[in-house]
């Protein structure tokens, strides 16, 4: 199986700062990633698809970029409503697998 | 509006079986691969498999933790994905999401295809306990 680590598992930051999640896989998975933001009690909501799209009504302050095994998740401004755990997940391969999710604390 | 709500969860014995629903609405069901993610309490999300679409085969993934215990069928006549669960054990209790996968296709000598999760419902919590 693909592993996907990413880093770090917890980041204290205040509104306004810039943040960036870093996710690497064991092997190339091309740009065959997606990045989920979940809050407390709620379900994981879609954020970027193929390393660096956007979903349709995200907003733009979310960005992701990388290619084959290093990739980042950059929130340009963090506003108070990005504060939850975010998870980087490969599709390259049929088994999918997640990262371990990094959670965005208020500093 | 796409919607997803899974049921079907509850408490059950180390062993037994259950069987969770994913009954959809506001798309067009049968044209879509469809999985399930569970996330046990307090830890991160794990994908637990999924099923294409008939156009696509029909045909089902699974994770390594639930081959050949877990099954995932569809019935697109009422736009229902199901999850059986047989032989379960402590380790499965977990929030079970479902949610509806996107295809993406790279063309050329051979076709690729992948998928991602583009709406998830909000969950069924199983609990498996003696």
């Known amino acids: 199986d693909i592993q996907m680590t990413q880093s770090p598992s917890t980041l204290s930051a205040s509104v306004g700062d810039r943040v960036i999640i870093t996710c690497r896989a064991s092997?190339?998975?091309?740009?065959?990633l997606a990045w989920y933001q979940q809050k407390p009690g709620k379900a994981p909501n879609l954020l970027i698809h193929?390393?660096?799209n956007l979903e349709s009504g995200v907003p733009l302050r979310f960005s992701g970029s990388g290619s084959g095994t290093e990739f980042t998740l950059t929130i340009s401004s963090l506003q108070p409503d990005d504060f939850a755990t975010y998870y980087c997940q490969q599709y390259y391969s049929h088994l999918w697998t997640f990262g371990q999710g990094t959670k965005v604390e208020i500093k | 509006e796409v919607q997803l709500v899974e049921s079907g969860g509850g408490l059950v014995q180390p062993g037994q079986s259950l069987r969770l629903s994913c009954t959809t609405s506001g798309f067009t069901f049968g044209d879509y691969a469809m999985s399930w993610v569970r996330q046990a309490p307090e830890k991160g999300l794990e994908w637990v498999g999924f099923?294409?679409?008939?156009?696509?085969?029909?045909?089902?993934e699974y994770a390594a933790s639930v081959k050949g215990r877990f099954t995932i069928s569809r019935d697109d006549s009422k736009s229902i994905a199901y999850l059986q669960m047989n032989s379960l054990k402590t380790e499965d209790t977990a929030l079970y999401y479902c949610s509806r996968d996107i295809i993406t296709i790279t063309w050329g000598l051979e076709n690729h295809y992948f998928y991602y999760m583009d709406v998830w419902g909000k969950g069924t919590t199983v609990t498996v306990s003696s």
């Open positions: 099923i294409r679409s008939k156009a696509y085969g029909g045909t089902t």
């Open positions: 193929k390393a660096s």
């Open positions: 092997q190339s998975i091309s740009s065959w």
